[in-house]
């Protein structure tokens, strides 16, 4: 079975850090896209962060750039996202997502996750102020 299993949500203080990751398992990495999202409560997915498994080119949205960092493991088949300096409104579920044929700014800006080969169950991020 494939899946893409997330982890390492928890809750943070405001200024604090937390590494997420995207564990895939029943397929290995070959030049595909792996997006970052997140809802927060009553707000529409918004595309994160992404990289593309065959050059590590990486891609973020202007909410988190400076201080998220994406970065993958190959051989783990597993994509990190390192998030500091949380803020309150950083708060939201968290998915990954996977797709052989997206490139990244594609990933970004596409939020229906039936547009995604793979999409995880999500893993929540709260920032406590």
């Known amino acids: 079975e494939v899946q893409l299993v997330e982890s390492g949500g928890g809750l943070v203080q405001a200024g604090g850090s937390l590494r997420l990751s995207c564990a895939a398992s029943?397929?290995?990495?070959?030049?595909?896209?792996i997006g970052w999202f997140r809802q927060a409560p009553g707000k529409e997915l918004e595309g994160v962060s992404c990289?593309?498994?065959?050059?590590?080119?990486?891609y973020y949205a202007d909410s988190v750039k400076g201080r998220f960092t994406i970065s993958s493991d190959n051989a783990k088949n597993t994509v990190f996202l390192q998030m500091n300096s949380l803020k309150p409104e950083d708060t939201a579920v968290y998915y990954c997502?996977?797709?052989?044929?997206?490139?990244?700014?594609?990933?970004?800006?596409?939020?229906?996750?039936?547009?995604?080969?793979?999409w995880g169950q999500g893993t929540q991020v709260t920032v406590s102020s």
């Open positions: 997502a996977a797709d052989h044929w997206f490139s990244c700014p594609t990933v970004i800006r596409t939020t229906d996750e039936r547009e995604y080969d793979y």
């Open positions: 990289i593309t498994t065959s050059d590590g080119s990486t």
């Open positions: 029943g397929f290995t990495f070959d030049n595909d896209a």
